[in-house]
């Protein structure tokens, strides 16, 4: 099997899903490593179920997106509306890449504060990687969808 780009961002997206989990799994010192912000870490010290939602929900989100672009990659079967679906994928992770880079220099706002610059840092650097691979590999097999 000839893997395009799209089969690859959807390797991305799933080590990203599997990568939240082991956050979880692994506790606030995980949450303090990956730059969650203070916050997150110590909700999971007091064991609040808070953080273990949010980040298994945005676990479950990636992984969903590695299933549409593998799907657009022909590795799985086609998923429905798998055309504006990976639109909105490489919107948003584009999105997410360029506004983490920005946000945390122009906003004192309490949900891009709470997070490190590390962290805005790297994610957004991995968003932005994982976007660009879906666009190409989206593009590439637009025609085909």
Do not use: D
């Amino acid at each position: 099997m000839n893997l395009n780009l799209l089969a690859y961002a959807g390797m991305l997206s799933a080590a990203a899903s599997i990568a939240h989990i082991c956050i979880v799994l692994g506790g606030p010192s995980w949450y303090r490593f990956f730059g969650a912000g203070e916050r997150m870490a110590k909700l999971a010290e007091q064991k609040s179920i808070t953080p273990t939602i949010v980040t298994l929900g945005i676990a479950a989100v990636l992984g969903i997106w590695a299933l549409y672009a593998w799907s657009g990659a022909g590795v799985i079967p086609k998923l429905p509306l798998i055309k504006p679906a990976l639109v909105v994928i490489t919107s948003v992770y584009l999105l997410r890449g360029v506004v983490g880079l920005v946000a945390p220099h122009v906003s004192k706002h309490p949900a891009i504060v709470s997070n490190s610059k590390r962290f805005w840092f790297w994610s957004s650097l991995v968003c932005l990687g994982i976007g660009v691979t879906h666009l190409l590999g989206t593009v590439k097999v637009w025609g085909t969808l």
